[in-house]
């Protein structure tokens, strides 16, 4: 799933697909990128990465997916956030 590095997702993507998260999670992983490289070059904040890795730690690439964010949810974060967030 993770490109070469020669490949690498560009830059300017603006829509975040699970593929592309998965790569850059990958990257930072790999060490063929730095976290810190990872959120200047893609534009993400170190939360945002973080994020992506615990999810994708925690469900594989399918936690990735922004359609599944609230399947994979903790169920005490859902209780705890108004309904018009859930």
Request: hydrophobic share 40%; charged share 25%.
């Amino acid at each position: 799933m993770h490109r070469p590095k020669d490949n690498p997702p560009a830059p300017e993507i603006r829509r975040w697909t699970a593929r592309l998260k998965a790569a850059i999670v990958a990257a930072v992983a790999t060490g063929e990128l730095s976290g810190e490289e990872a959120c200047r070059i893609y534009g993400l904040s170190g939360e945002e990465l973080v994020s992506w890795q615990r999810a994708f730690a925690a469900h594989g690439p399918l936690g990735l997916r922004s359609s599944r964010l609230q399947q994979y949810r903790p169920r005490r974060l859902a209780r705890a956030l108004p309904e018009d967030f859930q």
